[in-house]
């Protein structure tokens, strides 16, 4: 997959990790981000886990230097992920008609996101979480009513921001906390 991408990102592409590619240098910031694009995307991806996307500019035929990227498998919201049935019942009663509640739902988990430390602070975060947004609203193919993600302490701010919310309160003050989008909130 090969995106076209508007202003001020229409430079830029993002395209789908190569199976045997290997991405030769990339520098958030962040150690455990940068080990998977660097060493362990492949092995996600030969594994069936998850898959990785790069966004990088356009004209970069080489591939050496990735902007950002981000990697999604599939996921699922369940009554498992709260404390008791209440807690899910409730979270459920609000979004879907009786004959439509389900023990879990479908959802895509935004396993990793990390921006080249170079160009932190351009937005870069945003525009790809919005054009996940899109991507499981455009053409859905298999049915993904939430996006979550496990977000850093220091990256739930950023999370907030783009409208996730926490799934429950269990994991306040974790190292890291589970959020979650309603894909509904947006889709007509």
Known sequence: MKTSLQAPFSSYKIRKLGINEKVKSFDCGDADLNDFILNASTLYREALLAVTYVFEAEDDTTHEHIAAYFSL?????????????????????????????????????????????????????????NFIKSFFLADNKTGCRFLTVDAYAAAIPFYLRQKFVPLTVEDEGAETRLLYFDLNDIAD
């Open 73 to 129: 498998a599939n996921d699922r919201v369940s009554m498992s992920d709260f404390p008791n049935k209440t807690e899910f019942n409730r979270f459920r009663k609000h979004r879907f008609v009786n004959e439509k509640r389900l023990k879990s739902y479908p959802a895509a988990k935004i396993c990793r996101l990390a921006i080249n430390q170079e160009l932190k602070g351009q937005h870069i975060g945003q525009f790809l979480i």
